[in-house]
């Protein structure tokens, strides 16, 4: 797992907890019996609480697919065994694309969280998922890649990067 998007994760949340929001909200990750993953998290009186999200619904095989969509003001991921990274990435890309000012999170924990924030997503090079898969920053689509050019191009929204296993790049 990308310990940065778990880590993001828990600053997310800690920036939520304004005495009331933990009390009714929160976040909950689980198993499910495909076997897999689930992750739901509460956006209920966040800035996330109104922002668009495009259903993610990704089938690669029966134990590797991903499927993500908001309902009712809770942000579900769910997917197969080896999804979970992968599933915190999609609401982190979404999160980060979508947050408002940086004062609303304030304190030190916020300098912390954008700290990461732009360390873990690079603008300019698609996202290792594991050996074989990356992701796209711009539209959070993942694909098999074992290219060693420069250059790879993401198969949805056609955006070129910087091929991220290369050490140069």
Known sequence: MNDNNLIWLLHWY??????????????KIGTIDNPGWSLKVSLNETELAD????????????????????KNEIFEGFGGPFNLSEILQI?????????????????????????LADESLPKDKAIII????????????????AEVDGQVTCPKCKKTFSNPRLKDA
Not at 14 to 27: A, K, L, P, R, V
Not at 92 to 112: C, R, V
Not at 133 to 138: A, D, G, I, S
């Open 14 to 27: 800690h920036s939520q907890c304004d005495g009331d929001w933990e009390h009714g909200n929160g976040i």
């Open 91 to 115: 609401f982190h890309n979404w999160a980060e694309s979508n947050k408002n000012e940086a004062s609303s999170i304030g304190s030190q924990a916020g300098n912390d969280y954008l700290k």
């Open 130 to 145: 594991d050996s074989l898969k990356l992701m796209c920053t711009n539209c959070v689509e993942t694909w098999e890649c």
């Open 51 to 70: 922002k668009e999200f495009t259903t993610i619904d990704i089938n690669r095989s029966e134990s590797d697919w991903i499927y993500c969509s908001i």
